[in-house]
């Protein structure tokens, strides 16, 4: 079992940037799919960026302004968001998946941090 950890959030004016790091304990790998997810109030949860073992995917509303990475030496997880929108506001979750492929759908996630706060405005 996998625990994750997030923090990073806070508030930020349009066009601002921010940088979500995510702590993992556990037995992670490389080859585990990581993600980033969000869920605005009032709306589903949606997926924002995946990465395994070096190869990311993205939304196409995060494209060119958010960057995922990972540090697999220390298990974390980090989402890079610049030229912020008041849309990007949302609830962050950070999640894992051990096998299966790794898609933005989160449905697919088996474990999941508490989530962080992101406000735009």
């Known amino acids: 079992h996998v625990q994750l950890v997030e923090s990073g959030g806070g508030s930020v004016q349009p066009g601002g940037s921010l940088r979500l790091p995510c702590a993992a304990s556990?037995?992670?790998?490389?080859?585990?799919?990581m993600g980033w997810f969000r869920q605005a109030p009032g709306k589903g949860r949606e997926g924002v960026a995946v990465?395994?073992?070096?190869?990311?995917s993205y939304t196409d509303f995060v494209k060119g302004r958010f960057t995922i990475s990972r540090d697999n030496a220390k298990s974390n997880l980090y989402l890079q968001m610049n030229s912020l929108k008041p849309e990007d506001a949302a609830t962050y979750y950070c999640?894992?998946?051990?096998?299966?492929?790794?898609?933005?759908?989160?449905?697919?996630?088996?474990?999941w941090g508490q989530g962080t706060q992101v406000t735009v405005s």
């Open positions: 999640a894992a998946r051990r096998r299966g492929s790794c898609l933005l759908d989160w449905t697919l996630y088996e474990n």
């Open positions: 556990g037995y992670t790998y490389s080859t585990d799919c």
């Open positions: 990465i395994t073992d070096g190869t990311t």
